[in-house]
């Protein structure tokens, strides 16, 4: 009973924050650029682990990055910003510099990174933040759920140092490599046996996340969210267009319609995808929404 009224919830919150979106469109609130296609990870549920990824090396180019970020400037962004996506963005030698960059381009938004950690020094731990970045989270793969001693000890000496503040923005936690989570649109290499079929239950839902997230590979290539991990659905190129020609251009402005009106079954990605259509503040925003108050206080 508990999950038909939740399933309900999903299908009518989501329908109706997406109807909402289409009747006024607005730009993107979480951004990720993906600065280096590559992960140093094993980690069994990712599709491009080292093991697994079949993406050709791509690192992304300083003027890419530059005319991206002025983009958003031109929008004075202020959502969330990740410079990665699926990667391990300190795979990317100057990824500092980069986070710089976007703090100085755009200085209202949220920067974060997830990493794994297992490339994180002290000295580079330092030189993310005073380049600006705003949220370290630190996935700690363990077998044995274990801190790492290196995590451990560059943690140990920061809380001895005069940045001891920075500990305010480090998020660690400690997760398996073998651990079951969302399948990645079908993909997670450890998610494929027939006892997982949590994502039918989605079919005839739509998925907000094409109406919340723009994901831009090494490359310009804009691709469908973060669950399409290996670029399969390119909705536009910004190498050549504006993220306004992208995010509202034919082919963005078609998934989600389509997204709407058919629900997941009919995109070959979506179909197989388990992540769940809405996230509980947006299905809060969208009930609220139609309050006979709140239409009071937006008018
Ligand atoms: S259903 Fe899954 S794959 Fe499709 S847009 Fe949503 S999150 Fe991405």
Known sequence: MKDKIKKLAQRYC???AMRQWL??????????????NRCNGVCEFCPVNRNSDSRPL???EDV?????LLDLQSHNYAGLLGLQSNNEPLMDSRIAERIALARRLCPKAQLYLYTNGTLL????????FEAG?????????????????HIRNILGVLEKSPYAHFKTRIKVSIVSPKEIRSNRGGQAPNKQDARFLDHTRYHGMGCLAPF?????????????CCQDALGKHTLGNAKEMTLDEIWYGPMFMAIRRQLMEKGRKSLPLCEHCDITPIRSADARNAI????PWRKRINK
């Open 121 to 128: 020094t002290y000295e580079r731990l330092l030189s993310l």
């Open 58 to 60: 791509a690192q992304m």
């Open 133 to 149: 970045l705003d949220m370290l989270d630190i996935d700690n793969y363990s077998e044995e759920l274990q801190m790492h001693p």
């Open 212 to 224: 919340d997230q723009l994901v831009i590979r090494p490359t310009g290539e804009v691709s469908l």
């Open 14 to 16: 989501s329908q109706f």
């Open 288 to 291: 609220l929404n139609i309050m």
């Open 23 to 36: 009747q006024a469109p607005r730009f993107c609130r979480d951004v990720e650029i993906e600065t280096i």
């Open 64 to 68: 890419l990055l530059e005319r991206v």
